[in-house]
């Protein structure tokens, strides 16, 4: 247990921090007084790209934007819907687009080459054809990375159960979710652990995959995936009734959703950045002369432990563990243990 809630601590040290946010200096001068339209476009409704959303406009008002004029766009989990969106805002000349998530990020740098396109929440942006190097933007388009402990992660679950088999399910159409769903099973097989894996093309597949899956598997372990997320309390709530805890990569929608453990980002403190990042390129910086930035700070990562879902399920959690969370869900209200 130490082992884990050192990694917790340490994970600063896990991948290279190739970039940093912007700040209101950035912005160039007369940046409060020349109004902006950024257009934001989300690939689906959930807690963690929702909070990205709002930090975006968050950070470009504390970087010297607070006049900035937003167009919000959801996508809804259509490939088709975002594509169209990506032609709106080229249309509409906004100064700048931020696609949250990789699908939208994908068909905003596709549809629009003459203005600067962010990508915020994108797992592998290399993989995903957005740039060809972390260590600079693409033409047009750069932005923030979420790539996410797979390893860690599913050790602290096999520290909380007697994990012999690891149900996994990930969306087929996302290139992140593929792309972390192949991580997820090579830690398997370095951990000694069977992995057992199931494919959906959209969120209302999860519930029928998950039954699928529940008596098969010792635990559950979701991804960054949003399809999957979007439909957590779905998985969640067929697994709790077989018995089943959840581990997830995703905080924030775990609040509401009574997985066991959450470890990952805080998603809002991620939109911030991007929108510091953002504020750069307004001020005149070329998106391809920033690197991908990866969310290194320890103060950007957040455990989340439910001790409500622990009872439920009959796990007893470390003393330790629970202590050092930053968020703890008890008795129904949500704890925030350390700033």
């Known amino acids: ?19 940093c946010g912007g700040s209101k200096e950035g912005a160039g001068a007369g940046a409060e007084a020349k109004p902006v339209t950024v257009g934001i476009a989300k690939f689906v409704t959930h807690p963690a790209l929702d909070a990205i959303e709002q930090g975006i406009q968050d950070g470009l008002a504390q970087a010297g934007y607070a006049d900035a004029v937003y167009d919000l766009q959801n996508a809804n989990a259509d490939g088709n819907t975002a594509a169209s969106i990506a032609s709106k805002f080229r249309a509409d000349k906004v100064n700048l687009a931020v696609g949250i998530a990789t699908p939208t990020a994908i068909a905003l740098a596709n549809g629009i080459k003459d203005i600067p396109v962010l990508y915020a929440a994108v797992t592998d942006p290399v993989s995903a054809g957005l740039v060809s190097s972390y260590s600079a933007g693409e033409g047009n388009v750069t932005g923030v990375s979420d790539m996410t402990p797979v390893k860690e992660q599913i050790e602290l679950l096999a520290s909380l159960v007697d994990l012999k088999r690891l149900g996994h399910i ?9 792309t972390l769903a192949q991580m997820a099973k ?21 519930m029928q995959a998950a039954q699928a899956l529940a008596g098969r598997v010792d635990g559950f372990y ?8 979007s439909a957590l309390s779905s998985l969640v709530d067929v697994a709790t009734r077989a018995g089943v805890p959840v581990m997830s990569a995703d905080p924030s929608s775990a609040e509401e959703t009574p997985v066991l453990a959450a470890w990952g980002f805080d998603y809002y403190a991620m939109g911030v950045e991007t929108g510091k990042m953002a504020a750069k390129i307004l001020g005149g910086a070329s998106p391809a002369s920033l690197p991908t930035l990866f969310m290194t700070d320890p103060s950007a990562v957040d455990l989340l432990i439910n001790v409500d879902a622990a009872r439920v399920l009959g796990i007893a959690l470390p003393e330790d563990l629970v202590a050092g969370a930053r968020t703890v869900v008890k008795d129904g209200a949500v704890i925030r243990q350390k700033s």
């Open 222 to 229: 979701v991804s960054t995936d949003n399809t999957v997320v």
């Open 170 to 178: 990930y969306s087929s159409s996302e290139a992140n979710a593929v």
């Open 1 to 19: 247990m130490k082992k884990i809630l050192t990694a917790v601590a340490v994970l600063a040290t896990m991948i290279v921090l190739t970039g």
């Open 186 to 206: 090579e830690a398997c097989a370095e951990l000694g652990i069977e992995f057992i894996e199931s494919s959906v093309t959209n969120s209302a597949e999860v």
